[in-house]
């Protein structure tokens, strides 16, 4: 019996897709790698035990296993591998809540909306937002790590993580963590599974921490002459605030945003800052009207707040509609660098740089309270000369953070298309240790080839 | 030349310390592990080129280091090995704050209290605090990722970690993480070195988060008639509220600390609960309403509240005062167990009929909000029956919380003198994991050998 057969007999009809066409959707996630490989077969698990049963398969056939969530990554950490399996967790979607411990318990292929959605019924809150919130999953989350809009206040997934179901890569299942909030038994095994991609195992169950959910109390939406300004009235938010969201759109962002739908921002205004205020009761109007005026003091015409939600909830969209708006003049690389907060300005400075000396169009969104941005680069459709001018500009981005103590991924994790940067940022004595961790993990190196590292 | 003499050469005068009577002192931590050996000699490193040095040295020679901060362990992490270095960071204590970038960088031997007074001058806030804050050092809690009474609402040391520079076994600098808050790039090894105590590398410089200091509005204190009935209401409290602080003493903790100094605690009552609200403004007293409501409904009579901070502060200092008062009256086996917060009630249930079946007094103090406690087991001086007995109570507390899916340690780390327990929670193959990292990360095994595993 061939290899592929033998896999095809152990697990359940339906689990194993080999079919060419229905193969392809699983060969790319959202950063359309064009070096994804074909992979000789897709396993649409339904449980831990058909994960084993694959990852050991795999591991006695020495083959390739690319995990996969929902396929949203940006960084092609779960492009396909030539001859390798898919193993797609998408199936895998259940979520139990237990409102008592304050803990979602939630298989990977959970998309993190319904985490939240199910967090909600009990009053309860899943804090990590991801601009892809509604069609991420959870699995995906945990593996690069997954960032947002409120980890400003509320930190990254990783802060969230309380326990984990792993399957090695010779295919043992290992349980970490737990419902315990605090557990300091043994070495952080649980955290070092966080943001690891795919390349030391496969998440089979997340024990996800919830908090009591908090009321967005006032948006504030401002307009500063330039980006420079901006940055400077984030350091001075931060210093003295805690604001449960500040986020940055540069003017070409703007102006994307309202061609694709109007909404009356101001796009003579060289940035907008996006802050949200969740302070309980009065506090909240303190806390607004001192980032008002840090927003002025750094220049700011236009400061507008409201206390509508709804209203509030159309800005915060506008910031969300930035990718969205700005794929319509293009294809998007989309970048994901990040720097010490107060370098923020540098950082805008050397990407409009970039964007000069290769003639491309590269609006800039920031998750600025974390230092965070987005250089979305923008390739005219069809034309090749762009396209290799942008590939440049992507790995020029990439170490223009570097040269700024920065990091070549916040949140999209590194995946494919940003490992030829790894290196440069973390320099080869962590390579190697970060390559004695993984062979340590995976001695047979099956487990999501080719990213990372 | 022989290899002591080697050691003395390469240091700087004074840096190794080879005197028995000046050596002594380095033999334990604060648990006083009565299995501590005697070391070769001190290193008492002035910088983390002399870390290399002696981490070189001992592996060349192929001889165990032990490193250590201010030797407030509480599990024997730090205990001397026999014919090896004991590596002390106690010299290294430069902090600078950057409050721009909202960090401190810190020496590993810098005291956690000092971290905070340092914060504090830019306006800023350390928040981590171990019960023994203004003795312990940052390289400490970093070795144990350390907790403390504000981690309901802030967190633990993990949290706050961006950075790390590690000597490494074979005595190679790493540089981990650095100024930026968000960074995704490459594998969570930073994570992994936090409360890796000492046996996967000497951490030389941290940076560390800080966040803008909040201010503690009120403090409320309850007497409940019974722990079950406290632990009922913390559950009802965080159901719905983030207080700043939700601790837990049991009625052989109130008596203890009424004795050793009357402060008009209740020694009737059951258990006090000690809360604290942060939540700025009027929410605060809205925050503390709704904690003395809860209070109240799980049967509280008398539920003090404050917002006087010196008041408040009484209150807090009584509840760190359990450890010292309950030490009068015997020798302390301090215990760290945790459990999911609402089997709290089933864990104080377990210790009890331990002590019970033990003939020992053991009161109970707990970080109630994190599921967090310290069993006080109280050894009558000189009593070498009773001290037998502690040790099997010492032994059953741990598999009590097991049992209830809980931890052996959740702040205090596994150091030596738990670590007979650690299989049974752990399970055979998250130990063999360990054992791949430990194996990968210091294949001669010098690193703190005999610790954790």
């Known amino acids: 019996m061939d290899a592929l057969a033998e896999l095809v007999e152990s697990l359940p009809a339906g689990v194993v897709v080999t079919d060419g066409d229905r193969i392809e959707k699983y060969r790319w996630d959202r950063s359309q790698d064009p070096h994804a490989g074909t992979p000789l077969a897709v396993v649409r698990a339904e449980d831990a035990g058909q994960v084993q049963t694959a990852v050991r398969w795999a591991a006695r056939h020495d083959l390739p296993v690319v995990p996969r969530g929902a396929g949203t990554g940006l960084s092609g950490g779960a492009s396909a591998v030539d001859g390798g399996l898919v193993l797609t967790l998408e199936r895998m979607t259940a979520i139990e809540v237990d409102p008592v411990c304050q803990v979602a318990v939630v298989e990977p292929g959970a998309l993190n909306k319904d985490v939240k959605a199910a967090a909600a019924k009990h009053g309860l809150w899943y804090p990590p937002d991801p601009s892809s919130y509604e069609i991420c999953s959870i699995g995906g989350n945990v593996a690069t790590n997954a960032g947002g809009l409120c980890c400003v206040k509320y930190g990254v997934t990783t802060d969230y993580v309380l326990g984990l179901d792993v399957v090695l890569a010779d295919g043992t299942l290992v349980t970490l963590g737990g419902t315990r909030i605090k557990d300091v038994a ?268």
Chains 1, 2 share one sequence.
């Open 186 to 453: 043994g070495l952080s095994l649980l955290k070092l599974f966080v943001g690891s991609e795919g390349t030391l195992g496969v998440v089979t169950r997340a024990i996800m921490r919830l908090v009591p959910a908090q009321v967005v109390g006032a948006t504030l939406v401002a307009a500063l002459p330039t980006m420079t300004a901006a940055a400077e009235a984030v350091v001075a938010i931060r210093r003295s605030l805690r604001p449960s969201m500040l986020e940055l759109m540069d003017q070409p962002s703007i102006r994307a945003v309202e061609a694709h739908r109007p909404m009356g921002l101001d796009t003579s205004a060289g940035a907008l800052l996006v802050a949200q205020s969740d302070a309980p009761g009065s506090a909240c109007t303190a806390e607004v009207e001192a980032m008002s005026a840090a927003c002025r003091a750094a220049g700011a015409g236009e400061v507008f707040v409201t206390t509508d939600a709804d209203e509030g909830e159309l800005f915060v969209q506008a910031r969300r509609m930035v990718i969205p708006a700005v794929e319509v003049l293009g294809e998007l690389m989309l970048e994901d660098v990040g720097v010490p907060v107060p370098r923020l300005p540098e950082l805008v400075d050397a990407v409009a740089r970039i964007a000069e000396r290769h003639d491309l169009l590269i609006p800039v969104v920031a998750h600025a309270g974390d230092g965070n941005t987005h250089p979305l680069i923008v390739v005219p459709r069809g034309d090749d000369a762009a396209k290799l001018r942008a590939l440049a500009a992507f790995e020029e981005i990439m170490h223009a953070a570097i040269a700024l103590d920065g990091t070549i991924t916040g949140e999209h994790g590194v995946g494919r298309t940003k490992k030829s940067a790894l290196p440069a940022q973390l320099g080869e004595d962590v390579m190697a240790l970060t390559r004695r961790v993984k062979d340590a993990l995976d001695p047979q190196g099956i487990l999501n080839p080719g990213a990372v590292l």
